[in-house]
């Protein structure tokens, strides 16, 4: 005997079902058409499309298919015998929640790239799939085709995570990427993005960070094997950054970026967080442009590390699937399915925003006259807000605008800051108020 193991697997191929066809469904069938011979070297056997379920029959396809293998009704792919994955690419929560349930329930691995489903389900369904001894895989869920959720679960799995934070929405990273260099503003962006396609009709999900709300809500998860309930992520999104705030953090040697940020605080708590933040223009994330992803993941034993490419499209996140297809193939073909189940075994508390200590970011117009400084500055210092730097610009007439970076202070003092700034008979608007992050 050579020791090699043998294959438990019994078929000639392993058939796949596939749940919608869209944007994703189409790059993963195009990956597998285009790719099938490599593919088939790399698992030792053939992947086979054997049923494709579709909204629509008569709709115009953007990639190549037998429409002998279309159908209408989702359970002619989750109730045939013969289909051993089942690859749920609709998105949103319902009917694929119920979708997935009945195929792990069926006996089917499954894999999917559905972001919201997961942040809001990923316990309930990973936790079917662990009863079932069967294969649940997501990595199409977080960054498109960047490897990000293999990793953290397996090749960084020796290491205690300390913090995730990333660029992870792609839309909003094109429209600060526009803003920043062509000193454009928000809505002419907004526009533009959408008539490129980087950015739907409806961008609510995108331009209010509710999109990179449910992806960090992924990746904290993973990283501090703790299960992140994706309601208690504090989360605001870009449509207050203005061409001026881009401005006056260049002037400052900051580029402003919606981030994703995931950190241990203490032994039992985390805390998790989508916002707009400024970052030094030398920080690795601030050269992640236009429809670019970027995460970086800070281990201890491993230090930092980086990952990066594009966060999303056809092709990228049809990458991701088809690796996870490809991974669970390998894993039926040696009867080693459900070997790496739900790594969320603990229940940290979230720590409230009010409570998270950073640097700040402060834009107001005031009136220019003598000691509008000091009296703005007495306010800052009666809630313990420490001054780093502070810009004046002579505006319009006898108005200014003014641009404050403080050290490091709770948030909850600087609301309060804020409130009482405002009421001051010298202070005519607070414009802004972002996070500094170093």
Known sequence: MNGTKQSTWRKDRIDIGILGLGVVGSGTVRLLQQNREEIERKVGLPIHIKRIAVRDLSKKRCVRIDTQL???????????????????????????????????????????????????????LMEEAARQGLDFQFEGSVAGGIPIIQPMKNALAGNRINEVLGIINGTTNYILTRMTREQADFQD??????AHGYAESDPTSDIEGYDAQYKIAILSSIAFTSRINVHDVYVEG??????????????????????GIGR?????????????????????????????????????????????????????????????????????????????????????AMQPIEEVVTRHYLRMDVQDRPRVLAAIASVLGDFDISIESVMQKATHGDQAEIVWI?????????ARALETISRLPVVNHVYNWLRVEQ
């Open 70 to 124: 279309l159908t209408t009704n989702a359970y002619d792919v989750l109730d045939d015998p013969e289909i051993d994955i089942v690859c749920e690419l609709i998105g949103g929560v319902e009917p694929a929640r119920e979708f997935v349930l009945r195929a792990l329930r069926n006996g089917k691995q499954v894999v999917t790239a559905n972001k919201e489903m997961i942040a809001k389900e990923g316990q309930t």
């Open 189 to 194: 962006v907004l526009r533009e993005a959408q």
């Open 264 to 348: 241990r605080v203490g032994e039992d708590r985390v805390q998790v967080r989508v916002h707009p933040a400024l970052i030094p223009a030398q920080h690795p994330l601030a050269a992640a442009n236009d429809v670019y992803n970027a995460v970086l993941v800070k281990g201890e034993s491993v230090g930092d590390v980086m990952f990066y490419g594009r966060g999303a499209g056809s092709g990228p996140t049809g990458s991701a699937v088809v690796g996870d297809i490809i991974d669970v193939a390998r894993n039926l073909r040696y009867g080693s399915t459900g070997r790496v189940s739900c790594t969320c075994f603990q229940q940290k």
């Open 406 to 414: 403080t050290h490091e202070a709770p948030n909850y003092n600087v």
């Open 238 to 259: 870009i449509t207050k950054i203005t061409r001026a705030d881009i401005a006056y953090a260049a002037e400052l040697g900051y580029v402003i970026k919606l981030l």
